[in-house]
């Protein structure tokens, strides 16, 4: 083996060490964001209470903003990060949640609730966005309690299941997972366009009303 081949070797093996290292926390970081996610969303009605207890208007209004904007970017935060599920190669390399891709999904269906509706003011739009935090975590929390982290001591049958649900050992579903994902995802996303386009950035007559 040539000096260049060795040096190439080095490198080739710190980039792919590198990349699953970043993969595996991502995918282990995950879990906390969705507790959060889940914790803001839900707790909106504490929050609601506290805004009125405020005596000055300036300081519920930025309790307000502040808590909009953390959970709206941990929604916004979940979909980027998800983003490794819909690459066949880091699927079938890393040991990630089988349906990871369709939790990503819901989210990304979460914001485009947002982006049509007002589920701050609306209560249908509220419910459909709760509903798809609950399928979406429901879809990641599953696979990733009962297939990446009970793999290492799942014995018998339920060895075979946790197998099942995680990507690398299950290949041929984690890709087609994804590619559902994909299209999924490129359909909404085709949709959020649209809509985009069609009010031209302005707010709706259903948010304007709200």
Not at 132 to 157: D, E, N
Not at 179 to 191: D, P, R
Request: glycine share 10%.
């Amino acid at each position: 083996m040539s000096p260049q081949d060795l040096t190439n070797a080095i490198i080739s093996g710190v980039n792919a060490g590198g990349e699953q290292f970043l993969e595996g926390t991502l995918a282990a970081f995950l879990p906390i964001m969705w507790l959060g996610l889940l914790a803001l969303h839900l707790g909106r009605p504490y929050i609601l209470a506290m805004i009125d207890r405020f005596t000055l208007r300036l300081g519920a209004d930025l309790l307000w903003l502040v808590y909009v904007a953390l959970r709206d970017l941990l929604i916004v935060s979940g979909v980027v990060m998800s983003f490794m599920f819909f690459f066949p190669d880091v699927v079938v390399t890393d040991a990630l949640p089988l349906t990871g891709g369709l939790a990503a999904v819901a989210l990304f269906g979460a914001l485009l609730v947002k982006l049509m509706g007002d589920p701050d003011h609306d209560p249908r739009a509220f419910t459909w966005v709760t509903a798809l935090l609950g399928i979406g975590a429901a879809l990641y929390f599953i696979p990733y309690m009962l297939g990446v982290q009970a793999s290492g001591v799942a014995a018998g049958q339920l060895a075979t299941v946790s197998a099942f649900l995680v990507t690398n050992t299950n290949p041929i579903w984690a890709v087609g997972i994804g590619y559902v994902a994909i299209a999924c995802l490129a359909v909404m996303g085709a949709s959020a366009a649209l809509y985009s386009l069609r009010v031209g950035g302005q707010p709706s007559a259903t948010k304007q009303r709200a």
